[in-house]
């Protein structure tokens, strides 16, 4: 495969320092609670404000900060991504009654979980899309107590009004003024002011991704999120405007973000290169986008689109376009099985699925897609099985327990399965 435009190699910094942090910063809050997350709240954003949960009265004043037509915006969103969630979720069947042997009944139930912290970040931008994607699905799923959280905006007491507002529409039960890793601790642990949940979800930076790692076990968490990423797969047929415009909307999350194209047509990668310089001059947040395209863009020429696809599935994107002819592209989709979330041909931008289109935006990055999807309805459900057996079966199958044990030595489990017998034959 050729290079047109090669990126920099992310370094393999040393970590020791961020996980010692915030090592640091979860026992604080295990042992200080809310004392702990009040100074955090000081000390990194400037705010002072007692209470951590927003009152209600603080969620009705957001909404008559922002415009109505935001409002309608943001509503028009959630209802597509509210259709697709209970869509989704009428595809979780249970299993009743299967037998595999006569008398034995199997089956499986599928439970939400009782409680659920929706991570909304609130850094450079207020993401209140994100709120959408977490806390639609998991209400979706029945989770009990939908919680969500997110940082202050800097200096002040309050969460940005359009992600109080988003957080409301969602149906979030309770939102709390706090991000970080203190917040993904807060949580997990609990304190005073917050009790803790079942399930965290949401991206972060690297502060929050690795207080979600540090923290999974005593709660569980979705995935841990690296940066943002699109990989375009484009023949000679797509147009390279478009594709510069998708790879620049990657580029401004941040300078460690990731855009890839591979192409099987040396000109149109050219082309894309150009078209990215030309439409940086233009982009208000082109001081990010710029770094990122600079240091982690990539262009790659394939030999066909066999290798195309063979490099896709290796490198396991967060986001995945497949802008090709239409005579390939059915054949081309079914050969890629390594992605967050895939966008098929040139209509279907990237950014469609981050805000309105239905499906949801928080998604495996760094190659995790080769063994996860990204966070949907199923994210907050159990599928929890069960079994009963009738006497005869019971007589049926505890021989052929009995022996199993016995083999591993495990003779307690052996007893198990013979007393049963024994009781039944008096």
């Known amino acids: 495969m050729k290079i047109l435009k090669a990126s920099k190699e992310r370094t393999k910094e040393d970590r020791s320092a961020l996980r010692k942090t915030v090592g640091d910063i979860i026992e604080n809050v295990i042992e200080n609670g809310d004392a702990a997350l009040l100074e955090y709240n000081h000390r990194f954003d400037g705010c002072d404000r007692a209470s951590l949960r927003i009152s209600k009265e603080e969620i009705e004043a957001a909404y008559k900060e922002v415009p109505e037509e935001d409002i309608e915006d943001i509503k028009k969103a959630a209802a597509n991504i509210k259709a697709f969630a209970q869509a989704q979720r009428k595809t979780m069947m249970e299993l009743k009654d299967f037998s595999p042997a006569k008398g034995i009944m199997l089956g499986h139930r599928i439970i939400p979980v009782d409680s659920c912290c929706c991570y909304v970040p609130g850094g450079g931008y207020p993401l209140y899309s994100t709120a959408l994607m977490l806390g639609i699905p998991a209400k979706a799923a029945g989770v009990k107590r939908v919680t969500a959280c997110s940082p202050v905006i800097k200096g002040t007491e309050h969460i940005h009004p359009k992600t109080l507002v988003a957080m409301d529409i969602a149906g979030i039960d309770e939102i709390y003024a706090v991000g970080g890793a203190q917040a993904i601790a807060a949580f997990s642990y609990g304190t005073d002011q917050i009790q803790p949940v079942n399930l965290i979800v949401g991206p972060g930076n690297s502060f929050v991704s690795e207080a979600k ?13 690296g940066p943002s990423e699109v990989l375009v797969i484009a023949d000679s047929n797509a147009d390279p405007d478009i594709v510069a415009a998708d790879l620049l909307a990657q580029s401004e999350h941040d300078k460690e973000a990731k855009g890839i194209v591979v192409t099987t047509d040396e000109g149109f990668g050219q082309a894309v290169i150009k078209a990215v310089e030309e439409q940086l001059e233009q982009l208000d947040t082109r001081e990010i986008a710029l770094r990122s395209w600079a240091d982690f863009g990539e262009v790659l020429l394939a030999d066909d689109l066999e290798e195309a696809i063979a490099y896709a599935n290796s490198y396991a994107p967060e986001h995945l376009e497949v802008n090709v002819a239409e005579t390939q592209l059915e054949q081309t989709v079914g050969a890629l099985h390594n992605y967050g979330s895939l966008f098929i041909g040139g209509n279907t931008a990237e950014v469609f699925g981050d805000y309105a289109s239905g499906t949801n935006h928080t998604l ?18 159990k599928t929890c099985t069960y079994q009963s057996m009738s006497p005869q079966a019971m007589m049926d199958i505890a021989p052929l ?21 024994e009781k039944n034959k008096k």
Request: with cysteine; glycine share 18%; charged share 15%.
């Open 401 to 421: 327990v009995s022996n199993l044990a016995r083999g591993e030595g495990l003779i307690g489990h052996a007893r198990a399965a013979e007393i049963r017998m």
């Open 213 to 225: 790692r540090q923290c999974y076990g005593k709660v569980g968490i979705d995935f841990v999120a």
């Open 364 to 381: 495996p990055t760094l190659g995790a897609a080769r063994y996860t999807g990204g966070v949907w309805v199923g994210t907050f459900l």
